[in-house]
Nanobody, 120 residues
Framework: QVHLVESGGGLVQPGGSLNLSCAAS????????MAWHRQAPGKEREFVAAISRLSGSKRYAGSVDGRFTISRDNARNTVNLQMNMLKLEDTAVYYC?????????????WGQGTQVTVSS
């Protein structure tokens, strides 16, 4: 089992940057694909980015590709989401998630979420 805790959310102006961090418990963190999802007000939760267990593969939603960067440090059991050129539509609760399979959309482990608000 993996326990995930997000941090780093906050208020930022359009065009600004923010770095989210997800700390994971467990000794098998390196065997999991990690991902970030988000849920905006009045919207359903959507995929943002994913990274394979050894960082060899990364995948991004088209809406964030080129602006966001996902990374992980297996030695520290952390995964990060560097968000640049933030837009108003990026406002959402961001969730960290883990799955044992790279190409699976089923994530058995989720964090509590961290709020990101982009506003002028």
């Amino acid at each position: 089992q993996v326990h995930l805790v997000e941090s780093g959310g906050g208020l930022v102006q359009p065009g600004g940057s923010l770095n989210l961090s997800c700390a994971a418990s467990g000794r098998s963190f390196s065997t999991y694909t990690m991902a970030w999802h988000r849920q905006a007000p009045g919207k359903e939760r959507e995929f943002v980015a994913a990274i394979s267990r050894l960082s060899g593969s990364k995948r991004y939603a088209g809406s964030v590709d080129g602006r966001f960067t996902i990374s992980r440090d297996n030695a520290r059991n952390t995964v990060n989401l560097q968000m640049n050129m933030l837009k108003l539509e990026d406002t959402a609760v961001y969730y960290c998630a883990a799955t044992p399979r790279w190409d699976s959309s089923d994530y058995p482990y989720w964090g509590q979420g961290t709020q990101v608000t982009v506003s002028s």
